[in-house]
Nanobody
Framework: QVQLVESGGGLVQAGGSLRLSCAAS????????MRWYRQPPGKQRELVAT???????NYADSVKGRFTISRDNGKNTVYLQMNALKPEDTAVYYC?????????WGQGTQVTVSS
């Protein structure tokens, strides 16, 4: 049973920073690609960032240069450092992975950026 538990969301002013964490269990974390998605109010869920087992990263154009995804295989945790936040970053942020052909999601953490 794979479980993903996010934490670190909250309310922040524009220009501020937050760090999200996602703790994984029930999988061999070190061989999974890990992803952060977000779902803004009234919009579809979108991919924000990916980190491969070898720590290669990829970002949506909208967050490049502001967000950093990283992983700590010893702690089975993936992080999303978000800097220079904008009101349009307001969304529920979800952690995601695929394991043995099944897709898993965390429960989500709310990030609200005030202008």
């Amino acid at each position: 049973q794979v479980q993903l538990v996010e934490s670190g969301g909250g309310l922040v002013q524009a220009g501020g920073s937050l760090r999200l964490s996602c703790a994984a269990s029930g999988t061999i974390f070190s061989i999974n690609a890990m992803r952060w998605y977000r779902q803004p109010p009234g919009k579809q869920r979108e991919l924000v960032a990916t980190v491969t087992p070898g720590a290669l990263t990829n970002y949506a154009d909208s967050v490049k240069g502001r967000f950093t995804i990283s992983r700590d295989n010893g702690k089975n945790t993936v992080y999303l450092q978000m800097n220079a936040l904008k009101p349009e970053d307001t969304a529920v942020y979800y952690c995601n992975t695929v394991w043995r052909g099944n897709t898993y999601w965390g429960q989500g953490t709310q990030v609200t950026v005030s202008s």
